[in-house]
């Protein structure tokens, strides 16, 4: 029990104790230095970069800061920097091998933040998933989708797959199609479709609206009629136009028709027989 306190009461008095209270002091002092540091770059810089670069600026900032105060830390432990670094190689390279999947995601990730195809707030849409980018971290994107849906992307996905951001521009059209019947005059359903678009608030006056005969088919004349919005309107011009056309064209007379079929039997065949059936009675007449 005496060599036990002995131990304890040399340790106390020795430089091995003054050492690993030095490199506590470092390590504390880098906690500080690294959050303040990282938090007034950001500060400075959010009012010239976006959100998605003032993240990455944060983080790269405070990890860079904190790793060079640990070193510090370690070297007044007595450890020898060489060695580690030489470990560190072996180790890395053991990693490396053991996570190939991770490193694709990372060095993708890298490619995103270099491109940005979009950044933290946009809306974007992969695949069959369209949602709003909570975060771009080293691994993957964050997504939550419109039905409030966390969605974990894989970076290495969004570098090999088709993204379309939906919020990049400040305006977005809107693809109306419209079927009208054969018998209708084209000429006066472009002027109804165009009344219709003037007096909607959320549509834009330019870019024009575009009116487009899609072609005849298989029982209405098919029409495309393209509206512009503001990017924060679009939807609420979507819903509201189509119920707009519609009354619009049951007040000037105009049919929306309904798939149907005609049987044709050829000239020489005879009519088809039809017999009528008193709906009371639901007696043959």
């Known amino acids: ?21 030095r490199a ?14 990282s938090s007034g770059l950001t500060k400075i810089a959010s009012k010239k970069i976006d959100s998605h670069r003032a993240m990455v600026l944060k983080r790269g900032s405070y990890y860079s800061i904190l790793i060079l105060f640990l070193v510090t ?13 030489g470990a560190a190689g072996i180790f890395s390279v053991a990693i490396g091998f053991a996570s190939q999947t991770s490193a694709s995601n990372l060095i993708s990730g890298l490619f995103l933040v270099a491109e940005r195809p979009f950044t933290v707030g946009d809306v974007i849409r992969v695949g069959t998933t369209t949602g709003e980018v909570l975060s771009i971290d080293p691994l993957s994107v964050k997504l939550r989708t419109f039905d409030n849906l966390f969605v974990r992307i ?10 379309t951001t939906l919020t990049r521009f400040p305006i977005r059209r809107a693809d109306l199609l419209v079927g009208v019947a054969y018998k209708e005059d084209l000429k006066k359903v472009r002027a109804i479709l165009e009344e219709v678009a003037d007096k909607n608030p959320l549509c834009l006056e330019e870019p024009k609206p575009r009116y487009i005969f899609q072609g005849f088919g298989a ?5 495309q009629f393209s509206v512009w919005a503001k990017r ?5 011009l979507k819903n509201s136009i189509y119920g707009e056309i519609k009354s619009a064209f049951d007040e000037q007379g105009v049919e929306i028709p309904f798939p149907h079929v005609t049987l044709y039997t050829g000239s020489v065949t005879e009519p088809f027989p039809i017999t009528t059936v008193d709906a009371q009675s639901s007696d043959p007449l």
């Open 1 to 21: 029990m005496s060599e036990y306190w002995n131990y304890i009461l040399n340790f106390l008095s020795s430089e091995k104790l003054w050492a690993v209270t």
């Open 24 to 37: 506590l002091i470092v390590v504390v002092i880098g906690l500080v230095i690294a959050k303040l540091a």
């Open 73 to 85: 830390a370690l070297h007044q432990l007595g450890f020898n920097l060489s060695v580690l670094l």
């Open 154 to 163: 894989p970076n290495e996905s969004l570098i090999k797959s088709e993204v």
């Open 219 to 223: 029982s209405s004349l098919d029409i």
């Open 232 to 236: 924060e309107n679009f939807l609420d």
